[in-house]
Each structure stands twice: as structure tokens, then as C-alpha cells.
């Protein structure tokens, strides 16, 4: 049990996880910062025109990212590469491998995999690196550009006794077996990151009470949204930023930052060293992570952030009560091999 | 000049021709294949990590073949590749002959209708059937409950993948067999009912055992392209738990870290499975000839069923309902419907639930129109290096003497065992270093695809040309005529249906590919593939329903213009012959 006071100022430890990540809950609320970059990178960035960006995220949220970014510097074209996770890397630790690196920002959801090809990215802070929680930093080269957090959803025409905490997703009694869904936990470090918060801070035997539902699982938390939707599984733990815009947009869906905790997944975003446009690459990343750009991901995209405050707070969430939870790093990273065979086993997946 | 003497320039140059292949093959099919086994047998990115050789050890292969998790999927991928292969033999085989042989009405509409899942990815096709043979949600059982049926349809099992995988890749045997049926003499078929043979006995003894290497090589395609099939098992086995190897090898490459390694390991699996269907191909086909066009000028017969021809459009029109028009409709729903929860019938036709709002979604993203751009750009360099590239091989495999023939069949045939997802990965390992910026131009991904579909391409031609009788050539010769005038004014004309078919499905194939453009695609080289996936992975069905929709109508444009040139020149167009 270690809960982590981060900051006097700003982060309080939560009393009772029982954790051995760290536990933060945002400040006290403070005036938006305006984002006004130097005239100088403008015009350095204005020159260069264009990067390439490579991002581990959803591209279709990504390329609204893009369009917002373009309605305040329209002189730097965005051209996108978007792959899934361990796709991406591969891409990058080849290209690089082959001096053939064309990015020049690479955004990622697993900080254990971005740490291992840290030396691939130059030296860079946002301007206001002061703001951001110092315990979801990896490394001084990459940055939380988005940070994505759990919450449970679940299909309002269909669902007449909902869940409200995490541990009522273990009520085999309450719902039929294939009611509720999982997203498998080798699928990456935004899944493996819940698991880790279910063990660690649920219980050890969270796992097997959950299983004994028997859970529908899903390879990916993108196409079980979309089963959620429709109907196909009935509740859900799922990454708030994809249901999110669902919920947003009228889809059958209600969902809750159970009290227990929220686990995050702060992403690692850098600038590679070879970058042909490294300013035009600084702005884009600078502007993200101001509180203008964390602001549009949290409203529009549903995600929190890893800013000491929240500048903004999403449908249904109370900086004031609620409970962030992120693994600590080197645990994320050593546990991995060790407990997603345990999970395997638990959940009958075939790995 | 002694005989001797006459025929040595044209030994050297059939070897120099021979050596020319053998080179181009190293570069698109042995050096790719080596760094996939490199990967596989030294657990190592090739790029990253270097050569080793010391490293070389089998124990990630031993690994893979003694885990049971592996023989599941293994299991799974037979069962419903041979029962998805079955059913297509038997839809395609039939509706050749409907097309080709009877008097069946409106049988040009049911053939290029009937090639509409060509059309369709896979994935859109799982992603379709779920919609519409979910146990929970599914569009039918919502009728059948309304009906007040109790039974309910359940794709999300083998029998539903089974099922999918026959629909849709029944296309693959139609292509083969309606081709080898509209350049059958029939004099033969004429002669056995002379001999007072029933027409069922005439199909079974004569026109079935002389269209054999089509039916076989559109069945061992078939089979092999189901081996590597993704999109369906994914979503139709995915709920019920069903692995095959492909989403097996997809979750390696998905998992974190990703285990490309292992993943080249399983594929190894695969290669062996296809390398013996291959080979059984070969024994079968061996020492037995079904050259069926000869010099003598012929058109094809047309059976007169009289009143049974309205049960045979029956069936066609069941079939096109089933295959085309209800998945068509699906995707439909999914691509104007702002959400897919449908409760009942009447939600369904809640006119309130539909709108633009996923295409205007899809056109507002300016990546959406530079995949167009780029597939098609893609398609046809793919198509045009491909079919020349397999017109090439096909030619100097099957009506040559030229050294080493065998070796290029062999070698060509290579990728169609490598799951695309894996051979992605080892095209970029062999080619990344490539110069004069290669890497990331569109060039790398149209060689990509030429590789990866040259079995499909070569096996497509060679059908055709092992139907062209030698003796043709062989008068040509006689009145003076060189090989490359005679592979013009002969081969070529008689073989064009086969090789505008084997074109289209290469251009078809390169649209639809999506394994080996992951990692070569570049920001400016996107395709609408990669797009697709990226919509699907967003977790938008119905935006994925829009683009895929935006992809049936491209495609269906883009073959009938073929089908329009070709109609006139070689009475074969790709939606009868295909």
C-alpha cells in the first residue's frame, strides 16, 4: 500500500485504495492560461510548413485535433500516420533503425514501450511543463498529450439495474453471463493499465469474481463499443473517450466514473531527433498540451488530462471526489509477463 | 548453319529470360520471405537488431507448434476452410454453369451481380453478417421475432463462419470455372449426348472432369485465401470464442509488445499447410491433359432447360438476395443509421434514425479523398505490373522448355502462404532500405501487392493458357512467325479473357488489401484500406459502413468500364467471365 502524496499543492492522496500505483485527485480549480507562442517559432514553424505525425489514437478523433489545431495555424499542414499500438512501433523502431524516421511527433498509449526508444527523441517541455503532474512523467523527452481514463458504460434501453461501482461488475447473480463485456488483457497498456488498478486496488480476487459473470470479451475496446451500442453486450468497462462521443451524440449509452477509482493512461508524445520540421512539430505539441489544446481533448474527445488541474471538467465527472489512479512505472512494466498469463487463465483467453 | 548451332541463341536467351524472372522473383518473394524467417528463427527485427546467425535457433517455431492455444486455431482454420471452400465450390460451380451453359434469364445481371462480395473486405462482410445473423441484435432474428418464430439464426459460430466464407468467396470458383467453361469446345459434351447421355450425366462426366484444373485451381484459391482471411473470423468468431489462425497471428502483432516473431512462426504453419496443397495441386494436374481449345472455331453451347430455366433464376435470385442484396442492406442501415440499436421492426424503419451524418463525417476528413486517390492510383500499377509480371511467369511455366521453370512456379507461389498482416512486416523489413526514396512512395506498396497476389494472378493465367492448345502456337511458327509476334497475334487474343480477369482481381485484390500496406503506407501514400481500419478501430461501424459503401460503388464503376472495353474485343467481360 503506498498512495502517493504528489504535490502539497495540488495532489491529495486518496485514503483507502490500498494501492501500489499512485493515486492523485486534481487542485483546486485556476484561471485558463492562454496559449501565445513566441513569435519566433510562428515564423520558424511557418517556414517549415508541415510535419508528420504519428499517433497511436484514433484517427478520426485525431484529424479534429488536427482541424482545430489548423484554425489557429493554418500554415503548418498535419500529415497524419495513425497504426495501432504495437504496429506503430515496429514502424518506428524500423524507419529509425533504417535512418528512415519521417516523423516529427510520435504519440503513443504505452509509455513502457515509448520508454524503451526514448533515446530516439530530442530534448523538449511544453511551456508549461510546470502544470503537469510529475508522477505520470516517464521520462524528460515525452509528454502526456492526452491522457484517457476508464470509466463503465452500459446500454440504457437494455440495462434496468445498472452497475455503480466497479465492484458490482462482480454481481454474477445480477447479470446474466454475456451481459457484461471485457476488453482482453494483452491488448495493450490502456487495458493493461485497468487491470493492474482491478488487482491492485479491487482486490486480488477481483479477477475470478469478475470472470464468474463470464464476461463476452473483446479483442479491443473500439469494437465493443460499438457491441454496446448495439446491443450485443448490455455493461461495459471502456475507455471514456470511446464512448464518449457516442454518448455525446445520442447513442443508448450512460456512463459513470465508478467511485472506487479511475484508472488513466497518460500517453508519451516527443519529437524525434531527426524530425525535418522540429518546430512546426514543437507548436503542434506545445499547443496540445496548453491548456487550450487539453481543454478541446477533454470536451470534445472525453478524455481528463495529466494537468495538476483540470481546466475542464466532462459529463459526470467531480475533481473533487474523484479518484485517479495510475501504475506506477516500473511495475507496469515488470508485472506485465507475470500477470496477464494469471488473467489468461482466469478468463479462459487463449494467448 | 547446324541444327545445333540454330537453337543455341535460343537456349541462351531462354536462360537469360529464366534468369531475368529469377531475379525479379528474389527481389518481390526470397528476399522478403528470408527476413520473415530470419524474424522467425531469431526472434529479432532484422532491421533493428542486425544479423545474427548465431541467434538462428528453432525454438520460437517449437514453441509455436507445441502450444495448444496454436492447435486450437489450427483445428478451427481447417474445419471452416475446407467446409467455406465446399460450399463456394459448390455456389460457383453452379453458377458458372448457369451463366455460361443454359438458357437462364437475366444470367448477364446474375453474373456481375454475383461478383458483388468480390467486392466487399472482409471485414465489411463479418462486420455486415453480424449485423445481420447476431444471435442478440441481428437484423433477421428481428424479424423472425416479429413473425413470432422462436428459432433464432446464430453467425457467431463455425457453421456462421462456414457459411460467410463460402458466400463470399464462391466468386473465386465462379471466376475459374465460367472462364474454362466459355472456352470449352463443345463438341465433346455434343458427342456424349449423340451417345444419348443424359445432360446431369453429360456435366458429371465430361464438363466437369474437362473444366478440372479450373474447378481445382479456383478451389485451392479459395482455400488458401480463406487460410488468411481476418475480417470474418474476427467479428463472427470473436463472440463465440472460435480462433483461427489468422486472429491469432493479428492478436500477436496487436498485443503489447507485439510478438512479430511468433507471429512469423504461426505463419510458417500456414506456408507448410499451402506448400502441400500446392504440391497436391501439382499431382493431381500432372500427366493429364485438359486442353479443350484447339484450332477449330466454336461457340459456346447453350443448354435449352425450357420451364426449368425459371427454377434455376430462382435459385439465382435467392442466392443474389442472400449473398448481395441483404448484406448490401445492412451495410446500408449501418452507413445512413445514426446508431445501430434497433429494438424492434419498427425502430428499424424510424425514418427519424437516418441521416448523412457519417458521410458528411467521411468527406469533412481530407485523408478520406487522398485514399481514393491513392487506391486507385495503386490499383492500377498493381494491376498492370502484376498481370504483366504473371502473363510472364504463367507463359514460361506452362508452355516453355525455358531452364529452371519450375523454380518460378514454385517461387511464385510463395506469398500466397504468408498471412498479409505477417508478409507487411517482412516487405518492410527487406525493402526500407531501399534508395531513391522508395520507402514510402506509392511504388513500394503497388510491388507489395504485386508480390503478395502474384499466385493468385499467375494461377488465374495459367488456367487459361493450359486450355490453349500448342498447336497453334505451334502453325504460327510454321508461317514464320517469331515467340513474342506469336504470344501477340495468338496467346494473347485467346488468353485475354484470363488475363483481364486475372488484372481486375489483381486490381480488386490491391483496393481490398490491407495486411502488407500497414506498414509500408507513408501520410501522403494512405489507402482507403488502412482508412478503413482506422474508421473500424475508432469504433464507428457506420462510418465504416459509409466508406465501404463509397468503396462497392468505386469498384463497381471501375469494373464496369472494364467490363464496357472489354465486351467489344474478346466477348468476355469481367462480370460474365470474371
Redesign the interface.
Known amino acids: 500500500m503506498s498512495d502517493t502524496r504528489i504535490s502539497r499543492r495540488t495532489l491529495l492522496g486518496a485514503a483507502g485504495l490500498g494501492a501500489l500505483g499512485t493515486t492523485l485527485s486534481y487542485g483546486p480549480a485556476r484561471a485558463q492560461k492562454a496559449y501565445n507562442p513566441p513569435a519566433s517559432l510562428i515564423d520558424a514553424a511557418r517556414r517549415e510548413g508541415r510535419i508528420?505525425?504519428y499517433t497511436a489514437a484514433?484517427?478520426?478523433?485525431e484529424?479534429e485535433t488536427i482541424n482545430l489545431f489548423n484554425k489557429r495555424f493554418p500554415f503548418v499542414r498535419v500529415?497524419?500516420?495513425?497504426?495501432?499500438?504495437?504496429?506503430l512501433?515496429?514502424?518506428v523502431?524500423?524507419?529509425?533503425?533504417?535512418n528512415?524516421l519521417?516523423a516529427d511527433v510520435i504519440d503513443h498509449s504505452?509509455r513502457?514501450?515509448m520508454k524503451g526508444i526514448e533515446d530516439l527523441f530530442a530534448d523538449y517541455a511544453p511551456p508549461n511543463a510546470d502544470d503537469y503532474i510529475p508522477d505520470v512523467l516517464i521520462s524528460p523527452k515525452l509528454w502526456p498529450r492526452i491522457t484517457p481514463g476508464w470509466c463503465v458504460a452500459y446500454?440504457s434501453?437494455l440495462v434496468k439495474n445498472p452497475p455503480k461501482t466497479w465492484m458490482d461488475l462482480t454481481n454474477a447473480a445480477a447479470y446474466k453471463p454475456g451481459t457484461i463485456a471485457q476488453v482482453i488483457a494483452?491488448?495493450?497498456?490502456t487495458t493493461?493499465t485497468r487491470i493492474m488498478f482491478e488487482r491492485q486496488v479491487l482486490g486480488e480476487n477481483y479477477w475470478a469474481a469478475q470472470a464468474a459473470t463470464k464476461p463476452?470479451?473483446?479483442?479491443?475496446?473500439?469494437?465493443?463499443?460499438?457491441a454496446l451500442?448495439?446491443?450485443?453486450v448490455e455493461i461495459a468497462p471502456l475507455v471514456y473517450n470511446?464512448i464518449y462521443t457516442?454518448q455525446r451524440?445520442?447513442?443508448?449509452v450512460q456512463t459513470f466514473f465508478p467511485p472506487e477509482g479511475i484508472p488513466i493512461v497518460p500517453y508519451a508524445t516527443g519529437i524525434p531527433k531527426t524530425a525535418k520540421s522540429p518546430n512546426a512539430a514543437k507548436l503542434f505539441l506545445d499547443w496540445s498540451m496548453s491548456d487550450e489544446g487539453q481543454i478541446h481533448s477533454i470536451k470534445d474527445h472525453g478524455n481528463l488530462t495529466s494537468l495538476k488541474t483540470t481546466p475542464f471538467n466532462p459529463p459526470g465527472f467531480d475533481p473533487k471526489t474523484a479518484k485517479l489512479w495510475v501504475p506506477k512505472f516500473d511495475e507496469f512494466e515488470k508485472l506485465?509477463d507475470v500477470w496477464i498469463p494469471e488473467w489468461n487463465k482466469i478468463y479462459?483467453y487463449?494467448? | 548453319m547446324s541444327q545445333g548451332a540454330r537453337f543455341r541463341p535460343a537456349k541462351l536467351i531462354a536462360g537469360l529470360w529464366s534468369a531475368a524472372l529469377l531475379i525479379i522473383l528474389t527481389f518481390l518473394v526470397l528476399y522478403p520471405t528470408a527476413m520473415l524467417l530470419v524474424g522467425a528463427l531469431t526472434n529479432m527485427n532484422p532491421v533493428v537488431d542486425g544479423y545474427h546467425p548465431e541467434a538462428i535457433s528453432i525454438s520460437s517455431f517449437i514453441d509455436v507448434l507445441s502450444n495448444e492455444n496454436v492447435h486450437f486455431a489450427l483445428g478451427n482454420t481447417l474445419v471452416a476452410c475446407a467446409g467455406g471452400t465446399a460450399v463456394a465450390v459448390i455456389i460457383g460451380l453452379f453458377f458458372a454453369w448457369i451463366v455460361v451453359r443454359t438458357n437462364t434469364p437475366w444470367k448477364g445481371l446474375i453474373a456481375t451481380a454475383g461478383m458483388l462480395p468480390l467486392f466487399v473486405p472482409p471485414l465489411v462482410a463479418g462486420v455486415g453478417w453480424a449485423l445481420l445473423g447476431s444471435p442478440k441484435t441481428g437484423l433477421i432474428n428481428t424479424f423472425l421475432a416479429r413473425a413470432g418464430i422462436e428459432w433464432r439464426i446464430d453467425l457467431y459460430s463455425m457453421s456462421g463462419i462456414i457459411f460467410v466464407f463460402g458466400m463470399y468467396y464462391a466468386p473465386y470458383v465462379y471466376m475459374f470455372t465460367a472462364s474454362a467453361l466459355r472456352n470449352m469446345d463443345p463438341s465433346l459434351e455434343e458427342a456424349a449426348e449423340i451417345s444419348g447421355a443424359t445432360p446431369f450425366r453429360t456435366i458429371f462426366t465430361i464438363t466437369f472432369p474437362l473444366i478440372a484444373p479450373a474447378i481445382i485451381s479456383g478451389m485451392l484459391l479459395s482455400f488458401v485465401v480463406m487460410l488468411g482471411i481476418y475480417g470474418i473470423p474476427a467479428v463472427l468468431g470473436a463472440p463465440a470464442n472460435i480462433p483461427v489462425l489468422t486472429t491469432y497471428i493479428f492478436q500477436l502483432t496487436a498485443w503489447t509488445p507485439p510478438e512479430y516473431s511468433k507471429a512469423a512462426a504461426v505463419a510458417l504453419i500456414l506456408m507448410v499447410a499451402t506448400g502441400a496443397l500446392v504440391a497436391l495441386q501439382q499431382k493431381v494436374l500432372s500427366g493429364r491433359s485438359y486442353t479443350t481449345v484447339a484450332g477449330k472455331a466454336f461457340r459456346p453451347r447453350s443448354l435449352n432447360l425450357g420451364p426449368w430455366r425459371f427454377l434455376t433464376l430462382a435459385l439465382a435470385i435467392i442466392y443474389l438476395l442472400v449473398v448481395v442484396v441483404l448484406p448490401t442492406l445492412a451495410l446500408i442501415v449501418a452507413a445512413f443509421r445514426r446508431f445501430l440499436f434497433i429494438r424492434d421492426v419498427a425502430s428499424l424503419f424510424d425514418m427519424k434514425q437516418y441521416g448523412l451524418l457519417h458521410f458528411q463525417r467521411l468527406f469533412e476528413n481530407p485523408a478520406t479523398m487522398t485514399s481514393i486517390y491513392n487506391t486507385m492510383k495503386v490499383g492500377i500499377i498493381t494491376a498492370v505490373i502484376g498481370g504483366i509480371l504473371a502473363f510472364a511467369i504463367g507463359y514460361t511455366v506452362t508452355r516453355t522448355q525455358a531452364p529452371a521453370r519450375r523454380w518460378i512456379d514454385i517461387i511464385a507461389t510463395i506469398p500466397v502462404a504468408i498471412p498479409g498482416l505477417v508478409i507487411g512486416v517482412a516487405y518492410l523489413w527487406a525493402w526500407i532500405g531501399m534508395p531513391f526514396g522508395f520507402y514510402g512512395s506509392i511504388w513500394i506498396l503497388a510491388l507489395a501487392f504485386v508480390a503478395r497476389f502474384m499466385p493468385d494472378t499467375v494461377k488465374a493465367l495459367s488456367a487459361s493458357l493450359m486450355q490453349i492448345h500448342k498447336e497453334l502456337e505451334e502453325a504460327a511458327w510454321i508461317c514464320g512467325r517469331g515467340t513474342l509476334a506469336t504470344i501477340r497475334t495468338i496467346v494473347l487474343p485467346l488468353a485475354r479473357p484470363g488475363v483481364v480477369a486475372a488484372m481486375t482481381l489483381l486490381f480488386i485484390l490491391a483496393i481490398r488489401e490491407l495486411g502488407s500496406s500497414l506498414f509500408l503506407y507513408s501520410s501522403s501514400t494512405v489507402v482507403m484500406a488502412v482508412k478503413l481500419l482506422d474508421y473500424y478501430e475508432g469504433g464507428n461501424v457506420g462510418l465504416t459502413a459509409a466508406f465501404s459503401l463509397v468503396q462497392m460503388v468505386i469498384l463497381g464503376v471501375l469494373i464496369g468500364i472494364t467490363n464496357l472495353l472489354t465486351r467489344g474485343a474478346a466477348n468476355s467481360s469481367v462480370g460474365r467471365a470474371g
Open positions: 508528420t505525425y484514433f484517427a478520426e478523433v484529424q500529415e497524419m500516420v495513425r497504426a495501432p499500438g504495437g504496429q512501433i515496429t514502424r523502431k524500423t524507419e529509425a533503425a533504417a528512415k519521417t504505452d513502457g514501450l446500454n434501453e494483452p491488448s495493450g497498456g493493461w463476452a470479451l473483446y479483442p479491443s475496446g473500439a469494437p465493443l463499443s460499438d451500442v448495439r446491443g450485443e470511446v457516442k451524440d445520442g447513442a443508448p506485465r479462459g487463449r494467448q
